[in-house]
Structures are given as structure tokens and as C-alpha cells.
């Protein structure tokens, strides 16, 4: 069953005298219940503002949102900001990326966590308190109690992590939203981090949209990929398909710089030459030309359209990359 259908979705900021940036451009995909979805990309392809705008949580001052995010048959940018509220953090949570700027430095971890269970499950006082002490135990946080008295800072970066995913998944939410959750964590950390994001999916039946660079996080946690480039998806496919045989140029590319245990000490990696500025826009041809490796006459012109050739596999190219086994 379909949980969250984002259609069409797009994102612009726009500022008096300028030309509006679109971060976001007819981003379409679906989310089914306890489902992993991955949206993959480098930064600057538009994942974060994605999430953010099905959380409602983009400036209402220059920003031009456009398509729908329908959850659970109900379309959230239609939603009052006052209705929002209600679905977020209840039915719909987010793990932001940066814990240290997303917790208050001046409210003790307790409060913060208590807050989420006093506003969206109507728990006061030391229920409250024994609630926010056994989440924090089931996210791994030793001597919980002790814990919820202490600020943010005098918690180290997994720990802040945990206690995050603790506020996230207080309510036991339909959707949870991960935001590059191990980013600046070391390589212990992101293996427990993910871990835990596995038990809680399967614990309460939650339905995850991971976002990240990292494609060993992909192929550990994602059961369907979305490849965003330039604010727009220019390939979709389940993860095997995907990691098999991608089809798109950038696809290949971004699995093609990931470093290999099997290969050989001389071997080369074959990085994505260029930055994601260097893009042409999508009226123009493929955003992903300029960097492109196998590029052709008809990239430049008319956008490509996603091609879906192969069941269950879209791509948005006009060369795609070619298998022995297609």
C-alpha cells in the first residue's frame, strides 16, 4: 500500500532582482508502507530540500513550491500550518543531519525529548519522564536517566545521533525521514546508527526514506534507489537492479569512484570529473552533460524524459549505459 505519492514536486528561491534558483524540479516518487526508499546524490542535488518541503518546513518568504505530497490520502501542502503540526512528528518525523545545530544547546536533552511526548501523546510528568528515559535506552544511550539531564553538548556526536532518532521515533511515526544520519560520525558509530534505523523499521513497521551520498549505505539499508541530479531523478530502480547494471552515466560514475576491496593496489579509482555547478539547466538538454563521459548530439536540446525500457528501472538518458547481459 502507497503511504506517501510525492508528485511532480518542485522547490524554487526566489529573491527580489534575481533569477529563481530551482532546487527541485518534477521530483516524482513513492513510498510504500515499511519500505526503505533511498534518495541518493551529491550535495547540492536538491535530497535535503526534498525533505524538507514534505515536512513543511521551508521558509514561507521566497520559496515557490509547486506539486503534491500526498500521505496516507491526504495532499501535506494543503494542510494549515497549524494541521501540519499534528501529522508532523506523529505520523511523519525527520532525523535531521547536523544533531548539534537541530538540538537547543540551552534545554537539557530530557526536555527536548519529553516535549515530542507531551504534544503528540498527551503523557505529563514522570510518565513523561520514564517514557523519554526508555527511549533513550532503547536507542543505546547508557545510564539514560542520567542523560536526559544533560545538555547537548556534554554529549558526544553518536550520542547526540541517538538521542535524535529517540525524538524521531517517540511517537512511532508512519514515515521517518533520515537526513544523512551518519554524517560526521566515525566508521563504529554509522555501523551502530544504521543497525538501530534497521531494528526500529522492523520493530514498529515504519516506512524510512534514507537520504545520503553514501552508496554502502544504500546497498545495506534501501530497498528501492532514487538518483537525483540537478533536482530531478534520473534514475529509479530497486537496489540489486540498480547496483547490477545502472543505467545512467552518473549512476556508473558515482559506483564507479567507490573504492573496492577486490581491486587490485594499482588500480585507479575513476572519479566524476567536474562539480555539480558545472550543469546545463534541464530546458537546455541533460543537466549532466558537461561532466557526462559518453555524451552525444541529442543531449543537447530537449530535456531527456525518464525511460522506462526496463520493467521497474527509469532512467533519464539518451545514451544509456550499455551490459553485456542487456
Not at 546497498?219 to 540498480?242: H, K, Q
Request: charged share 25%; glycine share 10%.
Amino acid at each position: 500500500m502507497t503511504l506517501l505519492d510525492v508528485q511532480d514536486l518542485s522547490v524554487a528561491f526566489v529573491r527580489r532582482g534575481e533569477a529563481a534558483v530551482r532546487a527541485v524540479d518534477g521530483v516524482s516518487f513513492t513510498v510504500d508502507a515499511g519500505q526503505v526508499v533511498g534518495l541518493v546524490g551529491e550535495s547540492g542535488c536538491g535530497k535535503s530540500v526534498t525533505s524538507l518541503a514534505i515536512m513543511g518546513l521551508l521558509p514561507r518568504r521566497g520559496v515557490e513550491l509547486g506539486g503534491k505530497a500526498v500521505f496516507d490520502g491526504t495532499d501535506l501542502f494543503g494542510l494549515a500550518p497549524r494541521d501540519m503540526r499534528d501529522v508532523r512528528g506523529k505520523d511523519v518525523a525527520m532525523i535531521f543531519q547536523d544533531p548539534l545545530s537541530s538540538l537547543n544547546p540551552v534545554i537539557p536533552i530530557g526536555l527536548q525529548v519529553t516535549e515530542v511526548l507531551k504534544r503528540h501523546r498527551g503523557m505529563k510528568g514522570d510518565a513523561a519522564g520514564r517514557e523519554a528515559a526508555d527511549l533513550l535506552d532503547r536507542v543505546g544511550i547508557p545510564d539514560p536517566k542520567r542523560r536526559l539531564k544533560e545538555y547537548p553538548h556534554q554529549l558526544s556526536g553518536g550520542m547526540r545521533q541517538r538521542a535524535l532518532i529517540a525524538m524521531a521515533v517517540a511517537c512511532r511515526p508512519r514515515l521517518l525521514i533520515a537526513d544523512e544520519p551518519t554524517t560526521a560520525l566515525d566508521v563504529t558509530i554509522q555501523a551502530q546508527i544504521l543497525e538501530l534505523l534497521k531494528d526500529l523499521v522492523h520493530e514498529f513497521g515504519t516506512a524510512l526514506i534514507m537520504i545520503t551520498h553514501d552508496l554502502g549505505v544504500v546497498a545495506g539499508m534501501c530497498d528501492t534507489v532514487n538518483v537525483l541530479y540537478s533536482g530531478r531523478i534520473i534514475e529509479t530502480a530497486a537496489r540489486r537492479p540498480l547496483f547490477a547494471a545502472p543505467l545512467h552515466p552518473y549512476t556508473h560514475g558515482l559506483l564507479g569512484s567507490i573504492p573496492r576491496l577486490d581491486a587490485l593496489e594499482s588500480e585507479p579509482l575513476t572519479p566524476i570529473r567536474g562539480s555539480v555547478r558545472d550543469a546545463l539547466p534541464w530546458a537546455s538538454g541533460c543537466a549532466f552533460q558537461p561532466r557526462c563521459d559518453r555524451p552525444v548530439e541529442a543531449c543537447v536540446g530537449a530535456p531527456p524524459e525518464l525511460d522506462a525500457t526496463f520493467t521497474g528501472h527509469e532512467y533519464r538518458c539518451v545514451n544509456p549505459v550499455r551490459h553485456s547481459n542487456d
